[in-house]
């Protein structure tokens, strides 16, 4: 079968974006599944580091780096025109006006706060995934991608969980940091669970695609080394 460059670049990319804002928009309510007290957006933003994780797997560091970027400015612009629009006279019973206001003014507070944080947390996923690759030579992808995405997590949840609860819900230092160990966990079990549908999507990329700006001199640790840098 013959690899096509890029191929499915797009469409991977266009997952994420999808997968990302539509965990902001459903950021602000949290759920409780099982003994775990979640945001109600965890479950798309599982799948922001399941597909991050393949696109380092298959795509040069750099690209995958301006993406990052790129997606954060998917998401302030998001913000900034939901926060203009809420301003603008409203046809709706004050009662509902109220509630739609509340529900997006919190939903804007995760879209930069998420957003601002989502980006050291991206990156060193990105790095800890592409550190794991060069100390193992390539090999066990499982591993890599469980140890990538639960120490990236944890920093992400550290970072925005804290401002987050403490201004839109008032929440105090013990409940947030119990929400923070309630995500931590359900997303390292989920990135486990995931595991068979990593080694399938990475084999079929392999397969079909491939990244002509990876090439031999696109090593590991060039690549390393120019994501630590810049």
């Known amino acids: 079968m013959k690899r096509e ?20 928009l459903l950021g ?14 965890i479950l798309t933003y599982c ?26 400015i998917c998401q302030l612009t998001f913000a900034a025109i939901t926060f203009f629009v809420l301003k603008i006279h409203s046809l ?12 997006f003014t919190n939903t804007i507070v995760v ?14 996923n990105c790095y800890i995934y592409l550190l794991v690759f060069e100390k193992y030579d390539g090999r066990f992808l499982w591993l890599r991608n469980i140890v990538a995405v639960v120490v990236s997590e944890l920093l992400f949840a ?13 929440y105090g230092f013990l409940q947030i940091t119990f929400i923070i160990i309630s995500q931590s966990i359900f997303k390292g079990l ?34 390393l080394e120019d994501d630590a840098s810049s």
């Not at 990319?13 to 804002?21: A, G, R």
């Not at 602000?28 to 957006?41: A, C, S, Y």
């Not at 560091?61 to 954060?72: D, G, N």
Request: proline share 6%; glycine share 6%.
């Open 5 to 24: 460059p890029l191929k499915y670049y797009d469409i991977l990319c266009i997952f994420l974006f999808m997968f990302q804002i539509s965990s902001m």
């Open 28 to 41: 602000p309510r949290t759920i409780k599944i099982g003994f775990f007290e979640l945001p109600g957006g």
């Open 47 to 72: 799948m922001v580091f399941f597909t991050l994780n393949l696109l380092s797997e298959i795509y040069q560091a750099k690209r995958v780096k301006k993406l990052i970027y790129k997606l954060l």
């Open 92 to 103: 709706l019973s004050p009662g509902h006006d109220l509630a739609y206001q509340y529900i």
């Open 111 to 124: 879209l930069v706060i998420v957003g601002i944080c989502s980006v050291p947390a991206e990156r060193f």
């Open 158 to 170: 550290i970072m925005w969980c804290y401002p987050f609860y403490t201004l839109t819900k008032g």
């Open 190 to 223: 989920f990135q486990i669970g995931s595991t068979p549908a990593t080694y399938l999507c990475v084999w079929f990329l392999k397969n079909n695609e491939y990244d002509p700006l990876r090439n031999t001199s696109d090593s590991m640790i060039n690549r």
